[in-house]
Structure formats: structure tokens, C-alpha cells
């Protein structure tokens, strides 16, 4: 399981539905992180994994955005 502003994800789903398990992230936002992060959305979280530790600007993008997007629902 993978974990993105302190909500746990399932490794086994897509990218785009995976983020929408975080409060706050629906759809189109979910959309906008991958474009913005240039993370496929079909990618399974799984598959990601090697790539965001390789590549620490783009795990820290979306970090951070999950984040701010969080922070600002509450």
C-alpha cells in the first residue's frame, strides 16, 4: 500500500481513482495531479512506486499538492 498525504492507497488501482481515496480529490482533481505530476492516469499505483522514489521532484509535487488540496477542504 502506498501512502500520499497520510491516506493510505491501494496499490492495485489505477492512478486516477487511487488519489480519489484522499478527502477532497475527486475526479477532475485527480486528473489535473496526473497531468501536473505527468504520471499516466491508467497506471496502477504499483507500478508507480520505482518510479516516484527515482524521481523525488515528482513524489514531492504530488505530496504537496494532495496537501494544500486537503488542508484547503477542511
Same mark, same amino acid.
Given at each position: 500500500m502506498a501512502r500520499i498525504a497520510g491516506?493510505?492507497?491501494?496499490d492495485n488501482k489505477h492512478t486516477v481513482?487511487?488519489?480519489? =481515496? %484522499?478527502y477532497g480529490i475527486g475526479a477532475t482533481t485527480a486528473k489535473d495531479?496526473?497531468?501536473i505530476s505527468k504520471i499516466e492516469?491508467?497506471?496502477k499505483?504499483?507500478?508507480?512506486t520505482? =518510479? %516516484?522514489h527515482l524521481n523525488a521532484n515528482k513524489s514531492l509535487?504530488?505530496?504537496s499538492l494532495c496537501l494544500h488540496?486537503?488542508?484547503n477542504a477542511t
Amino acid at each position: 500500500m502506498a501512502r500520499i498525504a497520510g491516506i493510505n492507497v491501494s496499490d492495485n488501482k489505477h492512478t486516477v481513482i487511487a488519489l480519489q =481515496a %484522499i478527502y477532497g480529490i475527486g475526479a477532475t482533481t485527480a486528473k489535473d495531479i496526473c497531468k501536473i505530476s505527468k504520471i499516466e492516469p491508467s497506471a496502477k499505483i504499483k507500478e508507480l512506486t520505482e =518510479a %516516484i522514489h527515482l524521481n523525488a521532484n515528482k513524489s514531492l509535487a504530488i505530496e504537496s499538492l494532495c496537501l494544500h488540496i486537503y488542508r484547503n477542504a477542511t
